[in-house]
């Protein structure tokens, strides 16, 4: 077993570090050229904010779509722009019957929402980044006007929402230019590709269902053999139309949420307990009251107060980085070789934590709280390695919680690198 888990943990990890470089290093593209997501190739990318070494920068990828940035919070996980969402704990029978396989069970596909799939007609993509220290994509566009003035200014932003598990949230900020002399009247497309799941069985909801939204409630078309199936619930913010950003700089946000509850078992917020260890059917209407109830309560929050969605999910992951992890401190450059060397301050820091646990007897120093403080003067080698560390951990983090005895991985779905580590932690069960 434990050369298993070694090999799954090292295999997640040089996977991860390849998927970071090959988005980090992609070449802009010279044309742009709408891809079937609605969205476009950059020809350049906008200077992320915030720490280097956690920001990944690219464009999106139409060739090789799986190198697209995910998102995940351990219980939901996305492949931004893709159009398949994976739950933990959403299991089917394979359909395939092709290949021989221990485990004749899959991840359920469910088709990705329309809420997260909304694009801007005529709209060029300025670039993409990959906060992992935050959680979130973000894509930076400019829609053009005959007149420089009337230019706007778009931020799309996904991420799924770390302390509202249920939840997957778009946001859209729309801003113009300070000599705009009159409101622009933006329209909303949403792309249609995300095929109906032909491993869920659901149907619209009529009754109950919150203002301007819209609700789907089945089951698992083929369980698992020996189960019950798994009853799943999707209800989706409706995408307006358009919205009107007002003239002289004026913005206006757009938020839009999708909530998702199943009834797998071991959940501690799943509705009912259906799958492999359930020995009674659960009510499938519980998960749709679950994800209505879920949606309803993150759209107050963030009504109450603009931008408390983000806010609490920042929050959620900056304390489950300074939990603990690897951090990459070693920041000055070598004038003579052009490689990283550590700084002196990074030298006596290490000595004196060294120093102090051989007097307290013990083999290694203590952990310092938060994050290190590092120099400003990053090299390009430590750099690298520093956004291939976060990157790893990053998918790692992404892809389990403390509440949820899953991994957030999916065949040809969310996080395929992290697949092995799936399939250790199923065979340990």
């Known amino acids: 077993m434990f050369n298993h888990a070694f090999a799954a943990v090292f295999a997640a990890w040089f996977c991860c570090c390849w998927w970071c470089c090959c988005f980090h290093c992609v070449v802009g593209a010279t044309d742009s050229v709408d891809d079937a997501n ?3 190739d950059a020809a350049s990318s906008s200077p992320p904010a915030g ?21 995940g919070n351990g219980l939901l996980g996305w492949v931004v722009g893709s159009d398949s969402v994976f739950s933990a704990g959403l ?10 396989r221990t485990h004749h069970v899959t991840r359920a596909r469910i088709a990705t929402p329309a809420a997260l799939r909304v694009f801007v007609p005529n709209a060029t993509s300025l670039g993409v980044m990959l906060d992992v220290r935050r959680a979130v994509v973000e894509e930076q566009l400019v829609l053009k006007a005959a007149s420089a003035t009337g230019d706007i200014a778009i931020t799309r932003r996904w991420y799924a929402h770390r302390s509202r598990p249920s939840l997957l949230v778009l946001e859209l900020e729309l801003a113009s230019n300070a000599s705009a002399p009159a409101a622009v009247q933006v329209s909303f497309q949403t792309n249609t590709t995300a095929n109906v799941s032909s491993q869920l069985t659901l149907a619209p909801v009529t009754t109950g269902v919150p203002p301007t939204t819209s609700a789907l409630l089945g089951r698992v078309t083929k369980p698992e053999p020996t189960a019950l199936p798994i009853n799943i619930s999707v209800v989706a913010t409706n995408v307006p139309d358009g919205v009107s950003v007002p003239a002289g700089g004026g913005s206006v946000k757009v938020v839009l949420l999708a909530s998702i509850v199943t009834d797998a078992p071991f959940l501690p917020f799943a509705a009912g307990g259906g799958g492999a260890n359930a020995t009674t059917p659960s009510s499938p209407n519980a998960t749709f009251v679950q994800a209505a109830n879920a949606l309803v309560a993150a759209a107050a929050a963030e009504h109450n107060s603009s931008g408390a969605l983000l806010q609490e999910h920042v929050s959620a992951w900056r304390a489950l980085w300074d939990h603990g992890g690897v951090e990459i401190v070693t920041a000055a450059i070598d004038p003579h070789t052009d490689d990283d060397v550590p700084t002196a301050g990074a030298a006596a820091a290490v000595a004196a934590a060294v120093a102090a646990a051989a007097v307290a007897g013990k083999q290694t120093p203590p952990a310092p709280p938060g994050r290190p403080v590092r120099d400003n003067t990053m090299g390009a080698n430590t750099l690298t390695l520093a956004q291939q560390v976060n990157a790893s951990l990053y998918h790692l983090l992404m892809s389990t919680r403390e509440d949820v005895p899953y991994v957030v991985v999916g065949r040809r779905g969310c996080c395929p690198v992290l697949l092995l580590l799936h399939s250790a932690q199923r065979t340990k069960q």
Do not use: S
């Not at 720490?51 to 998102?71: M, R």
């Not at 299991?91 to 021989?100: L, N, S, Y």
């Open 91 to 100: 299991f089917c029978a394979r359909d395939d019957g092709v290949i021989v």
């Open 38 to 40: 609605g969205f476009q």
């Open 51 to 71: 720490n280097a070494e956690d920001v990944l920068t690219g464009t999106w990828q139409t060739k090789l779509p799986g190198l697209n940035p995910a998102v």
